[in-house]
């Protein structure tokens, strides 16, 4: 379809229109990052009227704040771990489903990611409390686990679905067992796939709120719940609370951009590969 020079400046001025509406708070928080705490309130305000580390040093001088962001890292990484190694089995039997079956069992899994968050804080904090997971990296690892496996095993099965039956027919004809077939065709053929779960499960655990606020004190406390403490009775610390914020968008930013060449594959193309 080819679109006209009207039509086109239309599609380009609403693709940069939310970008800036996108980005605006983003520049915003990186310009408050490298202010003094007098120009952040200058009047009329302005993007950039001073150039200053002082927040940044403050925050990485931080040991709570320091603390909390290797917990993020550790929380992080072990829900990718725990949830594509049960989503991935899981997509790959369902996708050999079909008819009423299939369509049954993927709306009891959407069904756990349907709830909102909040109907799970009582029941996950008492039950926590009894076991000993309140304020611990498995306990917040254990309940992120439970809301990104359902939607990994929702963005990987397509993927799977996307496989010739016939290549793995040929691998069971030769020999191969099911799990063989799993393991050395299936999984590395749907890796984009896989890969673009893992980034999505890594940013949801990253940017986890509720769970991390309402079960933690201090041990297993995240950067995100970190802020907080810049926010005290006297004051906010606004210079510091964008400082830590660019911190903690810093990862997921680097993390993307690693493997953002597996974003962009098709599963045609990681079949074809």
Same mark, same amino acid.
């Given at each position: 379809m080819i679109l006209s020079r009207r039509e086109k400046f239309v599609c380009y001025a609403v693709t940069y229109l939310f970008a800036l509406f996108l980005l605006a708070p983003i520049v915003w928080m990186l310009s408050t990052s490298f202010k003094g705490q007098l120009a952040i309130f200058q009047k009329p305000p302005s993007l950039f009227t001073e150039f200053t580390f002082q927040n940044y040093a403050a925050v990485l001088s931080d040991p709570q704040f320091l603390h909390a962001f290797w917990n993020s890292v550790l929380i992080s990484s072990g829900?990718?771990?725990?949830?594509?190694?049960?989503?991935?089995?899981?997509? =790959?039997?369902?996708?050999?489903?079909?008819?009423?079956?299939?369509?049954?069992?993927?709306?009891?899994?959407l069904l756990v990611r349907a709830a909102p968050g909040m109907i799970y804080v009582l029941p996950y904090y008492l039950a926590y409390s009894q076991i000993g997971l309140i304020d611990t990296r498995i306990g917040?690892?254990? &309940?992120?686990?439970?809301?990104? #496996?359902?939607?990994? %095993?929702? %963005? +990987? #099965?397509?993927?799977?679905? $996307? &496989?010739?039956?016939? %290549?793995?027919?040929?691998? #069971?004809?030769?020999? $191969?067992?099911?799990?063989?077939?799993?393991?050395? #065709?299936? &999984?590395?053929? $749907?890796?984009p796939g896989i890969a673009s779960t893992a980034i999505l499960i890594f940013i949801f655990a990253w940017n986890e709120f509720l769970f991390a606020l309402t079960l933690t004190r201090f041990e297993a406390r995240t950067a995100a719940v970190s802020i907080?403490? =810049?926010?005290? =009775?006297?004051?906010?610390?606004?210079?510091? +609370? $964008?400082?830590?914020?660019?911190?903690?968008?810093l990862p997921v930013l680097c993390f993307s951009i690693l493997i953002r060449k597996y974003l962009v594959q098709t599963t045609a193309g990681g079949v074809k590969g």
């Open positions: 829900t990718v771990v725990v949830s594509v190694a049960l989503a991935v089995p899981a997509a =790959y039997g369902l996708s050999h489903l079909t008819g009423g079956r299939r369509a049954g069992f993927l709306s009891w899994v917040l690892i254990l &309940i992120n686990s439970v809301f990104t #496996i359902p939607l990994a %095993i929702w %963005i +990987v #099965i397509p993927f799977f679905d $996307a &496989i010739p039956h016939e %290549i793995e027919e040929a691998a #069971i004809i030769d020999g $191969a067992t099911r799990f063989q077939t799993m393991t050395r #065709i299936a &999984i590395p053929l $749907a890796a907080l403490s =810049y926010m005290a =009775y006297e004051g906010t610390e606004w210079g510091k +609370v $964008a400082a830590a914020g660019a911190l903690i968008l």
